[in-house]
């Protein structure tokens, strides 16, 4: 997918809301494009330039698509980073294949049966769709709020459709899974539960409740702090009751998905 190189100059939010606003009232207006500046706006508002890829903090979250626990992390604690200037010091991945398991056949059985499993590859697709987290966040937000009705919500709301649509017909919903399952049988220590989440490699554990602190305090870059870390609650302290589901629970034998 082709993306424009931006410029970072300080931009004037409100008038660029208003451009957003008028063009939004057209039924002319393009998905896409709408929603790239949407993510314009986004990224340069209050003026905040975000710093050097090379500075962001890493979080990464290993969770699977039925998964209660993640579902709720996903839709209330992941949105903090958006919702905010967060994502300007964290470099977010987000890993959809949790505590899955791969047979010797390329047979992958879900912990939530194989809704799950398709889930997964659909959120997989979206990821591969728009690489950029901001744009594939929203996108699986919508799914794990809406996971009966995510094709009638979520593709209408954010469009993706045919590129989603042949992602997961073909070989690379399956090849993306496989990388997936790599990704999260390779992690050391290994993964425990999910949600699992890691801040620059290394697992938060019980701390993955006040990840905004783990974050923040992370962070090592020149540019200044955003306003949610001198908000957040300190290291330590329980923001959240932290509920997972383990890997080691057993897992339906009828919970398979085969890759044709």
């Known amino acids: 997918m082709y993306t424009p190189s931006i410029r970072h100059e300080p931009l004037n939010s409100n008038s660029l809301l208003g451009v957003l606003s008028t063009m ?38 290993y969770y699977e698509s039925l998964c209660p626990y993640c579902q709720k992390f996903i839709v209330d604690e992941i949105v903090k980073i958006f919702n905010s200037n967060l994502h300007t010091i964290t470099n977010l991945k987000l890993v959809p294949f949790g ?17 799950e499993c398709k889930l997964n590859a659909i959120e997989a697709c979206a990821i591969r769709t728009w690489p950029d987290p901001k744009m594939h ?39 993306l899974i496989m990388e997936y399952a790599n990704q999260t049988f390779g992690l050391k220590p290994k993964h425990e ?15 993955m409740d006040d990840f905004v602190a783990q974050v923040c305090k992370a962070y090592k870059g020149k540019s200044s702090l955003p306003k949610l870390c001198n908000s957040s609650a300190s290291p330590g302290k329980k923001v959240w ?16 998905y085969l890759w044709n």
């Open 99 to 115: 505590n899955a398991r791969v047979s010797d056949d390329m047979t992958v059985t879900c912990q939530h049966g194989e809704e």
């Open 241 to 256: 009751k932290l509920q997972v589901s383990y890997a080691d629970e057993a897992v339906n034998d009828k919970a398979k």
């Open 137 to 175: 966040y929203w996108f699986i937000r919508c799914v794990e709020k809406n996971t009966k009705k995510w094709e009638s919500s979520c593709v209408k709301k954010y469009g993706g459709a045919k590129a989603i649509k042949d992602c997961y017909s073909g070989d690379l919903s399956r090849n």
């Open 24 to 61: 939004a009232s057209s039924s002319s207006l393009n998905k896409f494009v709408f929603l790239f500046l949407a993510v314009l706006l986004f990224t340069f508002s209050d003026n905040f330039v975000a710093g050097d890829e090379s500075d962001k903090v890493k979080l990464d979250l």
């Open 193 to 207: 539960y999910v949600p699992w989440v890691t801040v620059n490699g290394e697992p938060l554990y019980d701390n």
